[in-house]
């Protein structure tokens, strides 16, 4: 198939051509670099032999999305290009609220337009607030999102279903992510985010590399194994085979699909510290510090109804998700 790959240049994105162009798919990157680095680009073409054709366009610039729209036919989009820093959008909810409501709104409009109505848009457990059942399905109810990013990406979930409601030729898979880590094996693409990281497996591989003095652990007070925060974190790897999996939804007309993508398995806090610890020798300083605000004690996926409808389940473990990540930082220490 040939796709679209809005914010191709990001963490996920990346990755993701990747394996779309190892499943023998052609692709198309737009983004606007507010959140990257065209390196990845190159880097993804090193990795995949390919020159992948890149737009640096903003999905809110309608004419931008034309003139690809019109230099290309594509079969499906996949939807990465978004903000995505929680603890940012409760600072900035307006511009969270234009780029990623409104970016995507003219995203859909000038697909539609061009006769492309095949979408696979990344969302979040985020959805999910604070689940009423774990390990969570997709049956879960959605909850009450603490933060202007979630939201968004809760509102365009119904936006984009009520859109398939009133025009069945629209086919949209929305993959709710639970935490992506990790790398892709050959340390050359990964994640660095801007400052100073918000979240978990960042925040230990720059105290591995010496930026940061230590990890504070953001309370030990939960009714976990051992107190705190349980996540179901995935190596971005499988994550992006996860797309490529989808467009079997696609191919098959679904209409609306939602599908989980986990690993099902919980980690707490301190079980990603001591197995990083273990599987790269290196000693990760830490302190307990209160509990991080909006958090909840455990979240983590039944990831099933991808395995059975899309043949999808996560390979990697999470002692690979840490090799991973620490050879992408160790090499890469000030990113791309
Ligand atoms: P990322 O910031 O690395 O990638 C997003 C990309 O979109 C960046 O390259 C950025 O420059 C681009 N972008 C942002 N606004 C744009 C705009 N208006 N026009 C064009 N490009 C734009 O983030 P990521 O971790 O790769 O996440 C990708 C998607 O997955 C996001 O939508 C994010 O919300 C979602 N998601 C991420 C996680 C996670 O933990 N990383 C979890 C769940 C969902
Ligand atoms: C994981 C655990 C923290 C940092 C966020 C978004 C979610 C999704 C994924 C986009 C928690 C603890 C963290 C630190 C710590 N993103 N922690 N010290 O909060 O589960 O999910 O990213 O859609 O929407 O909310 O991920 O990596 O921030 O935290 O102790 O310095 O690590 O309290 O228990 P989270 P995270």
Known sequence: MKILVTGGAGFIGSHTLVELNAAGHETVVIDNLSNSNRKSLERVAELTGKEIPFYEVDIRDR???NRVMEAHHFDACIHFAGFKAVGES?????????NNISGTLTLLDVMRQHGCKNIIFSSSSTVYGNPAIIPISEECPKGHCTNPYGQTKSMLEEIMMDMQKADKEWNIVLLRYFNPIGAHPSGRIGEYPNGIPNNLMPYV????V???TELGVFGNDYPTHDGTGVRDYIHVVDLARGHVAALKAIERKC???IYNLGTGQGYSVLDVVT???KVNG??????IKPRRAGDIATCYSDPSKAEKELGWK????LEEMCRDSWNWQKNNPEGY
């Open 90 to 98: 409760v600072e900035k909810p307006w511009e969270y609220y234009e």
């Open 282 to 287: 290196i000693k990760i300083p830490y302190s």
């Open 210 to 212: 010496g930026k940061r």
């Open 314 to 317: 996560a390979q990697y473990g």
């Open 255 to 257: 209409g609306i699909a």
């Open 275 to 277: 197995t990083f610890e």
């Open 63 to 65: 004419e931008g999305l």
């Open 205 to 208: 591989t720059q105290v591995a």
